[in-house]
């Protein structure tokens, strides 16, 4: 196609289709949808996570890029620049976790598809290639850890581990690969991009709160995840005296308690959640025979995360052998606090600044595909608004006009990393 160039093209009036996004966001949430919400299921490698992909995929060609499949499932759409050599990547993630929302992950993928149309519109052909990611299993909600596909990608898991990793309800992470045709045949690890932006939205409620458009999120909090099972004696639950118990239900509910008091004594920012627990034989006369529970602990310091990990630790021990029971502990997943670098954070901040939007810095609370890109590459993030903080939730929900706000920062971060 015939370009125009970046350097002499005047690109500030530039400005995303707010109508072209949400309509976008709207196609991809009928997939899954979950019925009488606004939401969408979507786990990663299910067929409706394959229905969801060629849908995107379909919007790549339909834009003129070039889509890429790699072997860990990315899908990486690259409009050309002016110049070969690496894109300045954006994208996030198109799988959900089972109760999603129509924003987290969708988003950042979708403006990106968003930012190609409106060059391409406009007759621009950026300096350097712009790439649009879709990173696999970015919510570790079927397949831990989460932000597979992206740590893959950067050569933070080896190929081979990733494609053994066995799902919540037993399939093999590669066997579903093959079976929804994601199994492409670009190397990973891949080749590491000029520079990396995600647009996401917050999930938390900062910004709402302090009435603030745009977050220019400078690092992310460390992410510990484990998987505790117990074993005790399965008994009758009407003849066993308490003290003759060897009770695996009584060891997970007090763990789960018990991390929701530790997160209260070291305070904020630590988090603590204990989001699944299964009972077998999950009957209600009888003592379980064991008890399988998560335990997700997040931090913005490693040295009190660690603090954290070593007081369960503690705790689960103690409770355990003082009930008489068992038990196995699984990492599921361990990512250290990252920080951003600061140069793209700065832009970031002073793109929304520019745009009339007021901006703050802070950390990001979830995981993001972001955070395995800064090991490789000048990396930052755009937050936008989530209402009322909600989200993993189907009633989340962002205004079109925060949308519209952070798509069009991204827009112009974008253009601003892929000029020089
Ligand atoms: C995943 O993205 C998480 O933050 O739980
Ligand atoms: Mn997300
Ligand atoms: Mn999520």
Avoid at 95 to 116: H, I, K, M, P, S
Avoid at 141 to 162: I, K, N, Q, W
Wanted: proline share 5%; with cysteine.
């Amino acid at each position: 196609m015939t370009g125009t160039d970046l350097f002499t093209t005047d690109t500030s009036g530039l400005a995303i289709d707010i109508g072209r996004l949400q309509q976008r966001l709207a196609d991809l949430a009928a997939i899954g949808a979950i019925e009488g919400t606004e939401g969408s299921a979507r786990l990663a490698l299910t067929d409706e996570d394959k229905e969801g992909r060629d849908l995107v995929v379909g919007m790549m060609t339909d834009l003129d890029m070039t889509v890429t499949v790699d072997a860990i499932g990315n899908v990486i759409a690259t409009m050309a620049g002016q110049i070969d050599g690496p894109p300045v990547m954006c994208g996030s993630h198109i799988d959900t976790v089972r109760t999603g929302g129509r924003y987290d992950g969708n988003l950042g993928v979708l403006a990106g598809l968003e930012v190609v149309e409106v060059l391409r519109s406009a007759g621009i052909t950026p300096y350097r290639p712009i790439a649009v990611g879709i990173f696999t299993d970015e919510e570790g909600a079927r397949f831990a850890p989460d932000m597979l596909g992206s740590l893959v990608y950067v050569g933070g898991m080896a190929l081979e581990e990733a494609l053994d990793i066995t799902a919540i309800d037993g399939a093999r992470l590669g066997d579903e690969l093959d079976r929804i045709g994601y199994n492409g045949p670009m190397p990973v690890p891949g080749p590491a991009p000029h520079a990396f932006v995600e647009l996401h939205i917050e999930q938390g409620p900062v910004l709402e709160v302090e009435g603030i458009t745009i977050g220019a999120v400078d690092g992310v909090q460390g992410i510990s995840w484990q998987e505790v099972t117990v074993s005790g004696q399965s008994n009758h639950a009407g003849t066993t005296p308490m003290n003759l118990r060897k009770d695996p239900g009584y060891v997970a509910a007090a763990c789960a308690s018990f991390i929701r008091e530790l997160a209260i004594d070291l305070g904020h920012p630590q988090v603590s959640t204990c989001g699944r627990m299964q009972f077998a034989p999950n009957l209600v006369n009888v003592v379980p025979a064991s008890a399988t529970f998560t335990v997700d602990l997040r931090n913005t310091d490693e040295a009190a995360l660690q603090e954290a990990e070593q007081r369960f630790a503690e705790f689960l021990a103690s409770t355990a052998a003082a009930e008489g029971c068992t038990y196995e502990v699984e990492e599921l997943a361990r990512f250290e606090p990252v920080v951003f670098d600061p140069k793209v954070v700065d832009l970031v901040a002073d793109t929304a600044a520019a745009l009339g939007h007021s901006v703050r810095r802070m950390p990001s609370g979830a995981g993001h595909d972001a955070q395995m890109f800064a090991r490789v590459c000048p990396t930052a993030m755009v937050f936008t608004n989530s209402k009322d903080g909600l989200s993993h939730n189907p009633l989340e929900y962002t205004a079109p006009d925060d949308l519209e706000a952070g798509a069009n920062v991204m827009l112009h971060v974008l253009l601003a990393l892929a000029a020089d």
